[in-house]
């Protein structure tokens, strides 16, 4: 039995990443309840989402449908004495979505009878879609029949978030079932759902007279559909039906269903719908255990919350979590670069030691992102918190206009002895961004008050970041970056191809012509030119040869435009530098720094100034820069980067950050022979891959999580930026973690 259960549980394991193999699918139909169940319960227990999801419906619009489904009430070929109702109204809808979310549901679907909805009832549908996101929290499905592209994309931009259209059972047994349409139609109006950008929900009935074997297949078609979410419904014949004499299915043959689709679907919601109030609790409970993690709950027009409170009981015995943290997050809190309707999936993080991240339910995850790459020291560094815990208690607050204080000395002491010896006036932010908008601010009013008032304009390279704020956002790279939607809103700024010349490489000196070709043409206009050294990080992660900095120093200076350089992500050991500018040997005119400031601990952001540019602002009128962030050097943030600075100057970092490159280059060097890959770069503690499919992080996400890691691609971006604090061993884990999701992906498998 056991040697039973292990085969069940390698070929879902198979199964959470690839489509498997129909023969093998078939051959779990010949095995023993007790062992499906078995390790379906470990699949469940392992794989698919531990938080239940319910969801409510409403029969929105009811019977007269055309088609002719022998199992269903409301064709209008068979007498069944359903009521009757064309598309109910807002006011309706409102109210029954209402009573759903006061039952504690977070899902609502709206679900109508016919073929298709009329060209006049999606346009009434969208108009109800939008008054229940008007008037409630719920994330909205629709379930409206075989919809067109156009007419699906619609709905999505009403806010309908999931559609919902089930395969009912095999295809070579449905035919037996419904000859006015096909599962192809199905398939055909899932595939547009998706590309009118919702996800799909598809299941079937069970007990219509198919065989074990067309349940199988019906469990592997939504599993090569990758449908997330799998509504399982029991026969309930309906007298008057074609189906109506169709005798019911016993409870292992229910069972056997939920564990075989469990097995073939290890990731998806199992979602109990029709039918299943017949069972005994002792059996719906069963089947939550092997493998139901979802269910359309409560009977929204009619009842109150009592069946749906018998349901929520039940479900915990089962051993889920029902209301955690994830549901109020989806439903109120706004996730970076995500949609508010259709929020991503995220894991609860609880805690943080060294280069893992503890979640919730105790699962640590390897970060290969040091948290968007300030993490560096590692998480919880025990130096750095206790440093926040003391000034806590001193002072956490107080203006920084007409006062200072210890923790804002200490860390400007420690920054003073790091940075380039001509960097000696800091001005402290509140985050990367922040510190953008200073920098820039500056160089405006370091030329405006020279007198050069034509020099309102900024050059930078393409393939940049430099943060999300409005300034900011308006020297990241214009096309290729995260803003292009607001060119048209920003001031056009100048820009100019990246270097060619990479980081290794030979230099070209042609790179720099067309900066130089700028300046004379256009310097006049300039006041600063922006850059990230060496590493164009959060837009591309490109290296580029640092002999261009060289040139641009001595550009800039014949010029009279300032150089500003980024080094909120390269600052502090990333490059294997301190800083990324020690490439070329400059000195910047002003330097932004973040991210690993703080060790990644607390927001914060400091601007280093040469004396130059802070002597022309200051002794020219209005003798002052004119910023000032409310929560300028806050003392618990500046304790938090003194205390980080105190652990980068404590330790060699810059060995650690070699070695980290080393095991990198290697371990990474076999992922550039794949098809999908272009190009395979490290540079520091910094590894990039570049592939030819753009990564979906809603896909993404959950394929590196289940592996132990934490890792998030952008664009056509793979890279790790671990923690420094990661050990060897770990590092490895990381590595190959990140390289088999990787060639999935690339090879299309996930
Ligand atoms: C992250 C980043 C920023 C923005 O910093 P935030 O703290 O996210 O505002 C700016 N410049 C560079 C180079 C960065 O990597």
């Known amino acids: 039995m056991d040697s039973i259960v292990a085969a069940c549980l390698a070929f879902a394991e198979k199964a959470v990443d690839a489509v498997p193999d129909a023969k093998e699918a078939q051959k779990l139909g010949s095995l023993p309840t007790q062992a499906l169940c078995e390790a379906a319960a470990a699949v469940t227990r ?50 029954a979505a209402k009573q759903a979310e006061a039952n504690g549901l977070t899902r609502f679907s709206l679900v109508t009878s016919g073929r298709k909805l009329s060209p006049r009832e999606v346009r009434e549908t969208i108009s109800l879609v939008r008054a229940i996101r ?33 395969l009912e059972s095999s295809r070579g047994y449905f035919p037996q079932v419904c000859s006015s349409h096909t599962t192809d139609d199905k398939i055909k109006t899932l595939s547009s759902a998706r590309v009118a950008g919702m996800e799909v929900c598809s299941g079937g009935i069970i007990g219509m007279g198919e065989t074990e074997a067309d349940r199988i297949a019906l469990a592997l078609e939504l599993r090569t559909l990758k449908v997330g979410s799998i509504p399982l419904n029991i026969l309930a014949p309906i007298p008057g039906t074609a189906l109506g004499n169709e005798p019911l299915l016993g409870d292992e043959e229910i069972l056997r269903a939920v564990a075989l689709f469990r097995l073939i679907n290890p990731t998806a919601q199992l979602r109990f719908a029709g039918g299943r109030a017949r069972l005994s609790p002792k059996v719906q409970k069963k089947a939550m255990e092997c493998g139901i993690n979802a269910a359309i709950a409560g009977d929204m027009l009619t009842t109150k919350g009592s069946a749906v409170d018998a349901d929520k009981r039940l479900v915990v015995e089962a051993g889920y979590r029902l209301d955690d943290l994830k549901k109020f997050d989806a439903q109120h809190l706004w996730h970076p670069y995500a949609s508010a309707a259709l929020p991503p999936p995220v894991s609860v993080a609880a805690g943080g ?22 993490a560096a020291f590692g998480y919880n560094r025990p130096e750095i918190v206790e440093a926040i815990r003391k000034q806590a208690a001193e002072l956490t607050h107080v203006m920084f206009a007409g006062f200072t204080h210890k923790p804002a000395v200490e860390l400007g002491k420690r920054l003073i002895k790091l940075l380039p010896s001509k960097l000696t006036r800091l001005f402290y932010a509140d985050s990367g961004s922040v510190a953008v908008e200073i920098a820039l601010k500056l160089a405006v009013q370091y030329q405006m008050v020279l007198g050069r008032k034509s020099r309102t304009n900024f050059v930078t390279i393409r393939q940049g970041y430099h943060g999300d704020t409005w300034n ?40 720099v012509d067309e900066l130089k070709a700028v300046l ?3 310097g006049e206009s300039i006041a600063a030119l922006i850059l990230e050294p060496v590493v164009q990080g959060a837009s591309a992660m490109r290296f580029y040869h640092p002999q261009f900095l060289v040139e641009a120093r001595r550009l800039c200076d014949a010029h009279g435009v300032l150089l500003i350089a980024d080094e909120i992500a390269t600052g502090f050991g990333r490059t294997g530098k301190r800083f990324a500018c020690d490439w070329a040997g400059i000195c910047p005119d002003i330097m932004t720094l973040g991210k690993a400031l703080t060790g990644g601990a607390v927001s914060l952001s400091v601007v280093c100034v040469t004396n130059d540019v802070a002597d022309a602002v200051s002794c020219h009128a209005p003798n002052a820069l004119m910023h000032g962030p409310t929560f300028m050097a806050n003392p618990i943030a500046c304790a938090a980067g003194a205390a980080a ?38 540079l520091g ?48 884990r990381l590595i190959n973690a990140f390289s088999r999701v990787l060639t999935d992906w690339v090879e299309e498998k996930i």
């Open 645 to 682: 600075m105190d652990v980068y100057m404590a330790e060699d970092w810059l060995t650690k950050v070699r070695e980290i490159e080393a095991q990198m280059k290697e371990g990474l060097a076999p992922l550039a022979k794949l098809e999908g890959v272009l190009d395979v770069r490290v």
């Open 685 to 732: 503690a910094i590894a990039a891959v570049e592939v030819k499919r753009a990564a979906d992080n809603r896909i993404l996400g959950p394929a590196f999580v289940r592996e132990g890691v934490w890792v998030r691609p952008f664009g056509r971006i793979f890279y790790l930026m671990p923690p420094f604090v990661i050990s060897r061993e770990e590092l490895k």
């Open 353 to 374: 030691h060294g280069a893992r991240i503890v979640l919730s339910d105790g699962r640590e995850l390897i970060d290969g992102t040091s948290s968007w790459w300030c």
């Open 134 to 166: 008007s008037s409630t929290n719920l994330e909205v499905c629709l379930s409206a029949g075989l919809l067109t592209e156009s007419e699906l994309k619609s709905l999505s931009e009403a806010g309908v978030v999931r559609y919902h259209c089930n």
């Open 46 to 95: 392992r794989y698919a989402d531990r938080t239940f999801n319910f969801c409510g419906i409403v029969n929105a619009k009811s019977g007269r449908c055309s088609e002719n489904c022998s199992w269903c009430a409301q064709s209008r070929r068979f007498e069944t004495g359903i009521e009757i109702y064309p598309l109910i109204d807002a006011e309706r809808a409102v109210q």
């Open 520 to 522: 004379e043409k256009e």
């Open 472 to 511: 900011a956002m308006s020297v990241c790279d214009p096309a290729a970056g995260m803003h292009t939607l607001f060119h048209g809103a920003m001031q056009q700024r100048i820009f100019i191809d990246a270097p060619r010349s990479v980081f290794g490489g030979e230099w070209n000196p042609q790179d």
